[in-house]
């Protein structure tokens, strides 16, 4: 069983910068591609961005490309989401994902783990 814990999550002003954390217990997530998703209120969730299980491939949304970046630490098991340049826009609760392949997806439907959310505020 994988259980994915995020934070890092606050209120912050736009055009500032906060650092997500995903960190994984239970087994290894060395083999998996990992993901961000958002759900602003009232809207879908969607996907943000996305990490291959060994970094080296990435893919981003449109509205973030640019000012978020996906990375990892497979020996810590955490995965993280900086965002720089944030607008109010980017307000929403954001939650880490695993996959159960290795390579990069935006589909929801691709990831099979999912953390609990962390709220993410940004104020004009």
């Known amino acids: 069983q994988v259980q994915l814990v995020e934070s890092g999550g606050g209120l912050v002003q736009a055009g500032g910068s906060l650092r997500l954390s995903c960190t994984a217990s239970?087994?290894?997530?060395?083999?998996?591609?990992m993901g961000w998703f958002r759900q602003a209120p009232g809207k879908e969730r969607e996907f943000a961005a996305s990490?291959?299980?060994?970094?080296?491939?990435?893919l981003y949304a449109d509205a973030v490309k640019g000012r978020f970046t996906i990375s990892r630490d497979n020996a810590k098991k955490t995965v993280y989401l900086q965002m720089n340049s944030l607008k109010p826009e980017d307000t929403a609760v954001y939650y880490c994902?695993?996959?159960?392949?290795?390579?990069?997806?935006?589909?929801?439907?691709?990831?099979?783990?999912w953390g609990q959310g962390t709220q993410v505020t940004v104020s004009s």
């Open positions: 990490i291959s299980n060994g970094g080296k491939s990435t």
């Open positions: 239970g087994r290894s997530i060395s083999n998996y591609a």
């Open positions: 994902a695993q996959r159960r392949g290795s390579s990069v997806k935006s589909s929801q439907s691709d990831y099979a783990y």
